[in-house]
């Protein structure tokens, strides 16, 4: 399987995946109506995920695991648990993501050797999932988040991420807590009277309140799955779209 973009930093290797690796379309997931769609993940998917790669059930939410010991990697079985991260100070085992329009965040901490994949999609972004994962760095690993190495991948962007007026209006009636008024409008975009969500921005916003410094932040692989069909998009391709694979792997 070939990762179409591949990135080695200090001790670490993270792929960005996309249609060419995807290990599922969406619609092989959703066609046996015999099987809840938690099963079919487990029965479907599960043998096709990447070999010596954790994954869990992801479910949009704002809960995750830490991975510090060998001992719960052997017992680790893919998807059973539910959880929208990742973190591992384990060398040797990847942890992965899937996606399809959802931003993948992989985060790095040099100092700790310490790495985090998280799917960051509206609803998990909105639930704060990135405050999550800044929370288990700064408290469980005592972290200093001024040094954490922070990377965006594919995902959809503001060129294409139309969203409706009611998703906009929802958003800055609801969701103060994490972004202020003026940032929160700061992630919508007007054109031809229609509206456009900033969903990396979003997300870029909270890492720079959480005091991940901006340099830090690296958006290079951070391209549009709506419109570079190299990625797998529900947007464009609904249930015809594939599961992108985000992974990253702590060398020994
Ligand atoms: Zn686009």
Redesign the pocket.
Known sequence: MSNIYEVTYDQIVISFGGQANSPVKIKELRDDNQLSLGDQDRILLAPRLPKHTLFLHQTHGALGAYFNSQAQIINFKNLITEGDYLISSIPNCSIGILTADCLPVVFYDPVKKIAAVIHAGWRGSVAGILHKVLADFKNLIQSDLSQLQVWFGPAA?V??YEVQPEFRDNLLLKEQVLLDQTLLQACFVERNQRIFFDLPRYNYELLLLGDILGHNINRKFNL?T??NVQFCSYRRDGLESGLQVTKVLLKP
């Open positions: 962007q060129c294409c549009c709506i419109c």
